[in-house]
Nanobody, 125 residues
Framework: VQLQASGGGLVQTGGSLRVSCAASGRTFSTSTMGWFRQAPGKEREFVASIPWGIGTIHYADSVKGRFTISKDNAKNTVDLQMNSLQPEDTAVYFC???????????????????WGQGTLVTVSS
């Protein structure tokens, strides 16, 4: 499975940005897609996840109400719409794919088997 993230860029505080992840290859072997981010000098952290099928969408508390994850099964894409962006949202955003883990585990990096290269989101103050 190959993952290609795109859509990062520079935005002002309070603005919006949409990042996308295109999955290719044996995508049928994956069950859940996730977005993580890594800010400068910090560890990578969970942002949101969505199952390809029916299931629960998860968000980190820090982005609830501001970010929305969505999917297009026909195109094998997963998007992250980010609104009301703040400087603390500045990070490299990574998309990831899991072959199958429990709903409670998908907030953890170890649940993911494939990772994209990341796309940089910078929020200026």
């Amino acid at each position: 499975v190959q993952l290609q993230a795109s859509g990062g860029g520079l935005v002002q505080t309070g603005g919006s940005l949409r990042v996308s992840c295109a999955a290719s290859g044996r995508t049928f072997s994956t069950s859940t897609m996730g977005w993580f981010r890594q800010a400068p000098g910090k560890e990578r952290e969970f942002v949101a996840s969505i199952p390809w099928g029916i299931g629960t969408i998860h968000y980190a508390d820090s982005v609830k109400g501001r970010f929305t994850i969505s999917k297009d099964n026909a195109k094998n894409t997963v998007d992250l719409q980010m609104n009301s962006l703040q400087p603390e949202d500045t990070a490299v955003y990574f998309c990831a794919a899991s072959r199958g883990y429990s709903a409670t585990d998908v907030v953890n990096e170890y649940a993911y088997d494939y990772w994209g290269q990341g796309t940089l989101v910078t929020v200026s103050s």
